[in-house]
């Protein structure tokens, strides 16, 4: 069983930086795929963007696509999503989540871990 613990979330003005940070348990952290996902009140769950385990090929929803970066840290069994130039429309609760010898899909049904997310709000 992989837990997740995300952290980073919080509160900022729009234009501005957030990075987002997620651990695992996982001692083979580096053979699992992760992907970002976020929900907003009232709306369904949605792909933010996603890396592979096999080749750290990254992959982003076209909302975010030059503004959020993907990146692993294997060695601290960790997940990182930088976002910048934040929008109100970014304001959402972010989750990551592990998906074994994941590519990067961006279906939330591929992935059988969840974090329980953390909150990112962005005021204009």
């Known amino acids: 069983q992989v837990q997740l613990v995300e952290s980073g979330g919080g509160l900022v003005q729009v234009g501005g930086s957030l990075r987002l940070s997620c651990v695992a348990s996982?001692?083979?952290?580096?053979?699992?795929?992760m992907g970002w996902f976020r929900q907003a009140p009232g709306k369904e769950r949605e792909f933010v963007g996603a890396?592979?385990?096999?080749?750290?090929?990254?992959y982003y929803a076209d909302s975010v696509k030059g503004r959020f970066t993907i990146s692993r840290d294997n060695a601290k069994k960790t997940l990182y999503l930088q976002m910048d130039t934040l929008q109100p429309e970014d304001t959402a609760v972010y989750y990551c989540?592990?998906?074994?010898?994941?590519?990067?899909?961006?279906?939330?049904?591929?992935?059988?871990?969840w974090g329980q997310g953390t909150q990112v709000t962005v005021s204009s």
């Open positions: 989540a592990a998906e074994p010898l994941g590519t990067g899909s961006g279906s939330a049904r591929e992935y059988p871990y």
């Open positions: 996982e001692r083979t952290f580096s053979a699992y795929g």
């Open positions: 890396i592979s385990y096999r080749d750290g090929n990254t």
